[in-house]
């Protein structure tokens, strides 16, 4: 059983957990995620690892009510406990395999687009650690579901952007990206992890001033084994699975138009049967790992 130390509900309907899991705090990288099961025989939901802590032996979730399972686990209090939880799961982020000299030549800037926050601070955090500057942008669509900017002022430079220019700058992620270019600011590397359609306008701006791209496919992913098929994604011309081939891809390689019609099939039973007898073999990668 893995105790939930903190609970906090963050804005709208984005909560935090802290959990005791020291096997996991131990060994995690910033870019993994986890598997929790609320309660026996419950649903599997995989959710990026937002901070961990390997001295105290804790790991940080956050998660949106969407569905059954995490409308329970929003009525969950300190001293719960999940059934359980596995992990830690998928690809660290390429740039932990980077040493701080190397670091320290890149120019970083990441963006946030809503509760994608929460994968992109466990990154920035690290760089923090190494020694490393960066730049974090931070969208969302207005001001009543921010969160988290004061912690992640902790570890990064923040420009918080909304959409209906209730706070901070005024404008999508891609309008902030071109202002803050525009004012001077140099990147060659940058990373993206939020909704879907926002990750691939990010990424088309991006090809077009040449930065290199790096997104996370988290919001594709379902039992986080690859099983189901639901996080497959091409990826320059190949099929890869999510889950345990990223979840971080090169964006410049990743065809957006596809994994979002996956992603609205796969909401419904005849749109899941249609996928897997389109995609035949490929459907699942049972038949690689």
Request: glycine residues 10%; aromatic residues 8%.
């Amino acid at each position: 059983m893995f105790e939930i130390l903190k609970m906090k509900h963050l804005a709208a309907n984005n909560y935090e957990m802290r959990v005791n899991a020291p096997r996991i705090a131990s060994s995690c990288l910033p870019g993994q995620f986890l598997i929790v099961i609320p309660e026996e025989d419950g649903e599997r939901i995989p959710l990026t690892i937002a901070d961990y802590d390997r001295e105290n032996g804790t790991v940080d979730i956050v998660f949106q009510t969407i569905g059954t399972s995490t409308y329970k686990m929003a009525g969950f209090k300190e001293g719960d406990s999940f059934a359980d939880i596995a992990g830690p799961l998928g690809r660290p982020s390429d740039l932990t395999e980077l040493s701080p000299e190397e670091l320290k030549k890149k120019k970083i800037v990441f963006i946030a687009g809503g509760v994608g926050a929460a994968p992109v601070y466990p990154q920035a955090k690290w760089l923090k650690e190494q020694g490393v500057d960066c730049d974090v942008i931070m969208g969302f669509r207005t001001k009543d579901i921010i969160f988290w900017e004061d912690r992640m002022k902790e570890v990064a430079n923040v420009y918080v952007t909304t959409d209906d220019g209730s706070y901070g700058r005024n404008g999508m992620v891609t309008k902030c990206l071109e202002d803050l270019i525009s004012e001077g600011h140099e990147y060659d590397h940058c990373v993206v992890i939020g909704p879907m359609i926002m990750m691939k306008f990010a990424c088309l701006l991006t090809q077009k001033l040449g930065i290199k791209t790096i997104v996370s496919m988290n919001p594709i992913m379902v039992d986080g084994t690859g099983m189901c098929g639901a996080c497959r994604v091409t990826v320059g011309g190949e099929v890869k699975f999510a889950c345990v081939d990223g979840p971080e891809f090169d964006g410049s390689l990743i065809n957006f138009d596809e994994a979002m019609r996956r992603q609205t099939l796969y909401k419904t039973e005849e749109g899941r049967k249609l996928l897997e007898f389109q995609e035949g073999d490929s459907h699942t990668c049972g038949n690689k790992h």
